[in-house]
């Protein structure tokens, strides 16, 4: 099946400081990219989506500026936290979309950010 | 505003036991809905999906889920559980396209599966 890969695994930074993940479709392309975002406990919560060469779409109370997204390419989208705080710190997955089904969505392993 | 409960945040249920997990949608409509299925460390699987037709859908790993509309539910259910069960679950719901075309998730069921 198809496979997203998501690198780090896990980061840990000190507060103030800038960390990038990329999240990488392996043997597809994926037109449409999503980042969610999972504390402890709790549902995971779509953060954005972005599409290939493309701005991307900020969901209600996420900070844009805060939460860099590009999706340069369609087999790579990298989200930024900029000047991360500790309460940026928790769970970021992404996933890849081939098309427009739901069952084209793909995710992958998850990020673990501890900001200090 | 859509909204996905997964009343159980953990279950425990004995290897060969049957199991069944719990979710409730709150739609006006009737929405695409998802099992997934997480274990540490890995991707979301996904188990099964239901957009219409027969109610009961049959997913991988043996795993089954019944929609019911008078009840908004679509509960999963599996006759057997293995030991390579446990991991976490979670209930997705994704609306029609008019709405956002996304994914809303429930907050997650984990399964012990006790030998």
């Known amino acids: 099946g198809a496979v997203v890969s998501q690198h780090p695994s896990w980061v840990i930074c000190k507060s103030g400081t800038s960390v990038k993940i990329e999240c990488r479709s392996l043997d597809f392309q994926a037109t449409t990219m999503f980042w969610y975002r999972q504390f402890p406990k709790q549902s995971l919560m779509l953060m954005a989506t972005s599409n290939e060469g493309s701005k991307a779409t900020y969901e209600q109370g996420v900070e844009k500026d805060k939460f860099l997204i590009n999706h340069a390419s369609l087999t790579l989208s990298t989200l930024t936290v900029t000047s991360a705080h500790p309460e940026d710190s928790s769970f970021y997955i992404c996933s890849a979309r081939i098309g427009l089904t739901y069952n084209e969505q793909f995710f992958g392993p998850g990020t673990r950010l501890t900001v200090l | 505003a859509q909204s996905v409960t997964q009343p159980d945040i953990h279950i425990t249920v004995s290897e060969g036991a049957s199991l069944e997990l719990r979710c409730n949608y709150s739609y006006g409509a009737t929405p695409y809905l998802f099992w997934y299925v997480q274990s540490p460390g890995q991707g979301l699987q996904l188990l099964l999906k239901?957009?219409?037709?027969?109610?009961l859908v049959q997913g991988i790993k043996g795993f089954e889920a019944e929609f019911k509309r008078s009840q908004s539910s679509f509960n999963l259910r599996k006759p057997s559980v293995h030991w390579s069960d446990a991991a976490e679950y979670f209930c997705?719901?994704?609306?029609?396209?008019?709405?956002?075309?996304?994914?809303?998730f429930g907050a997650g069921t984990i399964l012990r599966v006790k030998s």
């Open positions: 239901y957009f219409s037709g027969d109610t």
């Open positions: 997705a719901v994704g609306p029609l396209m008019e709405y956002g075309n996304k994914l809303v």
